[in-house]
C-alpha cells in the first residue's frame, strides 16, 4: 500500500489548509522528500492518480507561476529540478509524455526534459524522445520549438544503446529536424524566442557532436548511416557557433559517412549557411571558410577512396562556365584535400582530370590574389598546396602525368610576371607584394626541380615527344613550361642546379646515350638534350627581353614624375635594388635601374654560353648531333 503524498493538498476540504488552492514552499518540499521515500512504482501511480487540472497545479506550483503565500517568492531551482527528477525516474513514456504537456511554459518544458534525460527509464527515453520527434518542426517554431529541443535534450543524453534503439523509429524528416535543433544549443537564448525571430538564437553545434560522438560507437550501421545523413543535411542550419565544436562535428561526419553524395550534399549546404556575416563580401568569405573546414575534415577524417571521390566529383564541376574559379568554395576544397594525399591516391586523382580541370587546380594552390585599395595594389600568394602537390607527385610511377603536371606549374611561374610592371603604376598606386614575388616563385621552382630530378630523362623525353594526347593537348613540345622553369632558375642564380640537369640528360656515357635510339629509328635522347638546352636559352632570353622592357617603362615612368611622391621598392632585377635602400634622387634611382639591367643582361647572356658550350660531346656528329639541334632551334625560335 501507499499514500499518495498529494493527497491532502489536491482535496483541500479534507485538510482545511488556509491557502489550499496555492502550495506552500514547505508544501512542494514534503511532496518532493516523500517521493523520495517511496519505490519508482509507487512515484508513477501517485501522478496517474492526479487529474489534468491536479497534475497542472502542482507543475505551477513547482514553476512559481503564483506568488506563494508564504514568502511571495518563486520555487528554489535546485529544489525543482530534484523535484522533476524523481518525477522523471518514477514516471513510464506515456506519464512523461502527459507531464509534459501541463508543464507551464519554454522554461518548464525544457528543465524538465534535462530531468528526463539524466533521470528516466531507457524505455520511458526513447517513448518521450519519439513523441517529441513527432511534434517537432510543426507549426510556425519550425526546427527550434520546444518539442524539437525537449527531444535533443533527451538524446543527446542516451548511452549508445538507448540511441541505437530509438533511431530506427524516427522519420528521416523528424531526425534532419532534430539534427537541425542540435545544432541551436545554446538554451538559455533559445527560451522565448523560439516562437518570435530565431535568427537571435545562439547556435553552436556542441549537442550534435554529442549524439554523434554517442552514435559513432553503434552496431547497428543502418541507423547510424540515417543518423549521419541528417546530421550532414542540416549543416546550413548551423550558423556561427564555435569553431573548434563545428570542426569536431565536420571531422565526425566524415569519419563516419561513407557515401560521397552524401559528403557532396553537405559541402554545397555550406555554401548556404545562415548568419555568416554582414556584406556580400564577408558573406563568401564566411562560407569559404566552413567549406575549406569541411575540405579538410575529409582530407583529415575520410578514407582513402572517399577522398578521391570526393575531389572527382567536386572536379567535374569546374567547367569554366559558371563561377567555379580558381578562388571557389569548389576548386578550393578539391585543392586542400588533393594535397594530403599520397602518390598513389594523387596519380589515380590527376590523371581523371581533363586539361582545364588540372590548370584550375593547379593555379588554384599557388592561392595568388590581387586586392586594390585606394593607393595600393596588394600582391599576395602563398604556393604552400601547389608545393605540396608536387613533392608528392615526385614519388609518383606515372612520368607522363609527372611530366603533365610539371608543365602547368611551371607555367605558373609566367602568371607572376603581371603581377608587378612598372606600366602598371600609372594611376599613382603602389603594388605592395607579400610575399615578394621572387620567394613565391622560388618556393614553387624549387618544388619543381624535385619533381623533375626524380626522373629527369623521362620527364623530359616526354615532354619534348608528347607522349600521350594530354601532353600534346598541352603543346609541351613548345618548351614553354621548361623554359618558365629555366627562367626562374636562372632569376634566382641557380645555374649549378641547370647544369646538374644537364649532366643528367647526358648520361654517364654521353657518346653511347646519345647515339642510342628508340624502336621507332628516333634519337630521344639527343632530342631530349636538345629540347632541354633551348628551353634554357629560351627562358634565358625572355628573362632578357623582360629586363630591357622593365627599363623602358622605368624610364619611362620617370620621365612623366609619376613615382616623385612614391617609396617604391623593387623585386624580382638583379642585383636587387630593395637591398640598398631608396634614399636616393630620382636621377641616380634611374642610372641604377638601368645600370643594374644592364649588367644582368650580360651574365644572364654568359651563364648560357657557358651552360650551353659543353652540352653536346665533341666526338659525336651525324644523325644525333642533327637531332640535337633540330630539336633546340625548334624551342628557341
Known amino acids: 500500500m501507499y499514500c499518495n503524498p498529494l493527497g491532502p493538498i489536491i482535496h483541500p476540504k479534507q485538510c482545511h489548509f488556509p491557502h489550499a488552492n496555492q502550495f506552500t514552499e514547505r508544501e512542494l518540499d514534503e511532496i518532493t522528500e516523500d517521493m523520495k521515500k517511496m519505490s519508482d512504482e509507487d512515484v508513477g501511480k501517485v501522478i496517474d492518480e492526479l487529474s489534468d487540472s491536479e497534475l497542472k497545479k502542482w507543475l505551477e506550483g513547482l514553476n512559481g507561476t503564483k506568488p506563494y503565500p508564504s514568502n511571495g517568492c518563486s520555487y528554489d531551482g535546485d529544489k525543482r529540478a530534484d523535484a522533476y527528477k524523481q518525477i522523471a525516474k518514477g514516471s513510464d513514456g506515456p506519464t512523461l509524455l502527459r507531464i509534459h504537456k501541463n508543464l507551464p511554459g519554454y522554461s ?222 569548389d576548386t578550393t576544397a578539391v585543392v586542400r584535400v588533393l594535397e594530403t594525399l599520397k602518390a598513389g591516391d594523387l596519380q589515380s586523382v590527376l590523371s581523371k582530370l581533363d586539361k582545364q580541370q588540372l590548370e584550375m587546380l593547379v593555379s588554384s594552390a599557388v592561392r595568388r590574389k590581387t586586392e586594390n585599395f585606394d593607393k595600393t595594389i596588394r600582391h599576395t600568394a602563398s604556393p604552400e598546396p601547389l608545393v605540396k602537390i608536387l613533392e608528392t607527385a615526385a614519388q609518383m610511377k606515372d612520368v607522363n602525368l609527372k611530366a603533365r603536371l610539371f608543365e602547368v606549374a611551371a607555367l605558373q611561374l609566367k602568371k607572376f610576371d603581371d603581377a608587378f610592371v612598372f606600366k602598371k603604376l600609372d594611376d599613382n598606386r603602389v603594388h605592395i607584394l607579400n610575399p615578394p614575388i621572387d620567394k613565391a616563385q622560388a618556393t614553387i621552382a624549387d618544388a619543381l626541380t624535385k619533381l623533375v630530378k626524380s626522373d629527369v630523362t623521362g620527364m623530359v623525353g616526354a615532354l619534348e615527344s608528347q607522349k600521350t594526347a594530354e601532353l600534346k593537348d598541352l603543346g609541351t613540345g613548345e618548351g614553354k613550361g621548361l623554359s618558365a622553369y629555366m627562367e626562374s632558375m636562372v632569376a634566382q642564380g641557380k645555374g649549378e642546379t641547370v647544369g646538374d640537369l644537364i649532366k643528367s640528360l647526358r648520361g654517364d656515357n654521353p657518346k653511347e646515350f646519345m647515339n642510342k635510339t628508340n624502336s621507332d629509328g628516333s634519337y630521344q635522347n639527343a632530342e631530349s638534350l636538345g629540347y632541354f638546352t633551348g628551353s634554357m636559352r629560351k627562358g634565358i632570353n625572355e628573362l632578357n627581353q623582360k629586363a630591357l622592357e622593365e627599363g623602358k617603362e622605368f624610364s619611362a615612368f620617370m620621365a612623366a614624375g609619376k613615382i616623385a611622391s612614391l617609396s617604391l621598392y623593387i623585386y624580382g632585377i638583379v642585383g636587387s635594388l630593395a637591398e640598398r635602400g631608396m634614399s636616393v634622387s630620382l636621377d641616380q634611382l634611374e642610372q641604377m635601374v638601368n645600370t643594374d639591367l644592364a649588367n644582368g643582361i650580360k651574365e644572364r647572356q654568359s651563364l648560357a654560353d657557358r651552360l650551353e658550350a659543353g652540352v653536346w660531346p665533341a666526338d659525336i656528329d651525324g644523325t644525333p648531333k642533327s637531332a640535337y639541334e633540330t630539336t633546340r632551334e625548334r624551342v628557341v625560335r
Open 108 to 329: 518548464a518544458k525544457l528543465e524538465f526534459a534535462n530531468a528526463v534525460a539524466t533521470s528516466a527509464s531507457g524505455d520511458a527515453k526513447n517513448y518521450f524522445v519519439d513523441k517529441m520527434a513527432e511534434q517537432a518542426g510543426k507549426g510556425n517554431n519550425n526546427a527550434w520549438n520546444v518539442e524539437s529541443i525537449a527531444a535533443v535534450s533527451v538524446l543527446e543524453k542516451l548511452n549508445k544503446n538507448e540511441l541505437q534503439s530509438v533511431i530506427p523509429k524516427l522519420s528521416v524528416g523528424e531526425l534532419e529536424t532534430l539534427a537541425a535543433c542540435a545544432q541551436r544549443s545554446k538554451t538559455e537564448s533559445m527560451i522565448g524566442q523560439c516562437g518570435g525571430n530565431i535568427e537571435s538564437i545562439e547556435a553552436s553545434p556542441e549537442r550534435l557532436v554529442n549524439i554523434l560522438k554517442t552514435a559513432e560507437n553503434m552496431t547497428d550501421e543502418n541507423a547510424k548511416a540515417r543518423l549521419f545523413k541528417a546530421a550532414a543535411s542540416q549543416l546550413e542550419k548551423g550558423g556561427d557557433g564555435s569553431p573548434s565544436a563545428r570542426i569536431e562535428l565536420y571531422n565526425l561526419l566524415a569519419r563516419n559517412i561513407d557515401d560521397v553524395s552524401v559528403l557532396l550534399n553537405a559541402h554545397d549546404r555550406l555554401a548556404s549557411s545562415e548568419r555568416l556575416g554582414e556584406g556580400q563580401s564577408q558573406y563568401h568569405d564566411a562560407q569559404l571558410q566552413r567549406q575549406m573546414e569541411f575540405a579538410d575534415a575529409v582530407a583529415k577524417s575520410a578514407s582513402p577512396d572517399l577522398k578521391k571521390a570526393y575531389i572527382e566529383k567536386l572536379a567535374e564541376r569546374l567547367d569554366g562556365k559558371t563561377f567555379n574559379n580558381e578562388w571557389s568554395g
